[in-house]
């Protein structure tokens, strides 16, 4: 890993300050946006998306289900490790390209010629439709949390409690997509300093949580439950150890995407192609740290993993709810304490959702920029604060759109998880892809670049980037089902049929790639 001095252009240009707009003209783009992020707000988005407290919280039933504490703590390593060559690669390429159009730019610039506006069309709308997916799923995760919290508040679910209906649900998820919608039309300054109090709060909830839970819980389980226990009772139908780990991957590389947030965002960071890079390794790295602890502080109060994933339990089948609740009910008679403990996750979340809008935004902005959506000349208007403000309430509409059909199958719902995980990964393997093979020989690094190893990292995060590709679309339970059919190869699949032929169709006589908005 090496830093290289600035491009010529840029030095110039900047006379040692902040070179952004000189390297973006050098792109072919003006300067629309308000450059005024420092590195440690620019972090602050991606940390806020990847958002530990979101991901592992919505997806730990996956993980004690598939394997359980073992899974969980070893295999949280294993995704968090390949994860960081992904990250890394998208970091050499971010420090070359630094534009709001992140991957889709990137594999433009990187396929040559001849395969640019296709290579484009493919990253960019994979990209879009699978940050959608990750707003979709983020603010329905946090709607069904109030619904847990609303019940154990009225009694919990063998005490009368009340149990929102799922009208109730999309309800919640409009209304908290309505105000994300909202923040994301103030000022970048004002969402500089919401993201920064997010990524703190972030931080602070986990520590909070892995040291409060297990420390008020009355029966904690062992160092050897908690590192070498794997569960196998999945109620799945899945016997073979290697299988049901795999499957319980899929909650630690869920919570570890959105980083290419970091990316969308560096039209508005100062010294964008060196702090652009930081944001995403930093974000990547610090996550993996700190969800890992949240993991062990949270499991070391486990004891009965079939109750806790029982739907007749307080928390209706919530297992860290059902966690939190029994830890503090056990100690004080009142589980209220845990109630108040899924509230420093439901603000995590509620933040983590309103980033993710921030990323949505900056990418439709920059898509519809260089006309790849229809209404084009709409989405990429900025208003008098310099903010895509249609951009911004586009992403919140497409995202209640896309959580309507939980209301008549939540499995149907569970494609918009495999979207925004395989999709977005996709998204982020193909410009890699590009760089290892077709750019190879002529990639001009930015000031920061992985040297000779660039290439050789680029391979590792591509192939794993195909191996979860096929791993999280086999059969999540035997036998297969209507009901138990996993979605994923049918919603990443029919995302890719519906590219494939709007390219075949239409795009290709028109969408030439990224194309430059200077004067002249």
Excluded at 63 to 85: E, I, K, N, Q, R
Excluded at 184 to 200: D, H, K
Excluded at 201 to 221: D, H, K, Q, S, Y
Excluded at 434 to 442: G, M, N
Aim: include cysteine.
């Amino acid at each position: 890993m090496t830093w290289n001095k600035a491009p010529a252009a840029d030095a110039e240009a900047g006379g040692g300050g902040d070179t952004g707009h000189a390297r973006l003209r050098e792109l072919g783009y003006k300067q629309e946006l308000k450059r005024d992020l420092s590195v440690l707000s620019n972090f602050a988005f991606s940390f806020s998306i990847i958002s530990v407290l979101t991901g592992i919280t919505t997806l730990y039933n996956t993980g004690l289900s598939f394997g359980g504490p073992a899974t969980m703590t070893f295999g949280w390593f294993v995704a968090g490790a390949f994860t960081m060559t992904v990250g890394l690669s998208m970091a050499e390429i971010c420090s070359s390209f630094p534009t709001s159009g992140g991957l889709y730019y990137w594999s433009a610039r990187l396929s040559g010629k001849r395969w640019a506006p296709f290579a484009s069309w493919i990253t960019g709308w994979f990209n879009i439709v699978g940050q959608w997916a990750v707003t979709t799923s983020v603010d329905f995760s946090l709607a069904q949390l109030i619904q847990v919290i609303i019940l154990l508040i009225t009694g919990g679910n063998n005490g009368g409690g009340y149990m929102a209906s799922k009208y109730v649900v999309i309800a919640f998820h409009a209304a908290i997509l309505l105000s994300h919608a909202a923040i994301n039309s103030l000022p970048i300054t004002w969402l500089s300093f919401f993201g920064q109090f997010a990524a703190a709060w972030n931080m602070l909830g986990v520590f909070v949580l892995m040291i409060a839970v297990p420390t008020v819980a009355t029966e904690r389980a062992s160092a050897k439950f908690v590192f070498t226990h794997f569960n196998t009772e999945n109620n799945a139908g899945i016997h073979s150890n290697f299988y049901i780990f795999v499957l319980g991957l899929l909650m630690s590389q869920y919570t570890l995407t959105g980083y290419d947030a970091s990316a969308h965002m560096t039209e508005e960071t100062k010294n964008a192609d060196r702090n652009g890079p930081i944001g995403i390794i930093s974000a990547i790295g610090i996550s993996i740290i700190v969800g890992w602890g949240y993991i062990l502080g949270i499991t070391f109060a486990v004891k009965d993993i079939p109750y806790l994933l029982n739907p007749e339990n307080d928390a209706g089948g919530y297992a860290i709810a059902e966690v939190f609740y029994l830890a503090f009910k056990s100690r004080y008679g009142s589980g209220i304490g845990g109630i108040i403990c899924l509230g420093i996750i439901a603000v995590a979340i509620y933040f983590c959702g309103m980033s993710s809008v921030t990323s949505n935004s900056r990418m439709a902005y920059a898509f519809s920029r260089d006309g790849a959506m229809p209404l084009s000349s709409v989405w990429h208007k900025v208003n008098k604060h310099e903010v895509p403000i249609n951009a911004v309430w586009l992403s919140a509409l497409i995202s209640l759109c896309m959580a309507l059909p939980s209301l008549g199958s939540l499995v149907a719902f569970q494609a918009m998880v495999s979207i925004a995980t395989i999709g977005l990964y996709v998204a982020y393997a193909l410009p890699i892809l590009f760089r290892v093979t077709l750019a190879r020989k002529h990639f001009v690094p930015g000031p920061f670049n992985l040297g000779r190893c660039g290439v050789a990292v680029g391979w590792a995060a591509v192939l794993w980037v195909a191996t979860i590709t096929v791993l999280f679309s086999l059969p999540v339970s035997y036998p297969v089902t209507k009901d138990t059919l996993n979605y994923t190869p049918v919603a990443v699949g029919g995302l890719f049929l519906l590219v494939l032929s709007s390219w075949l169709l239409s795009a290709r006589h028109w969408f030439k790639g990224p194309i430059t908005n200077l004067d002249g």
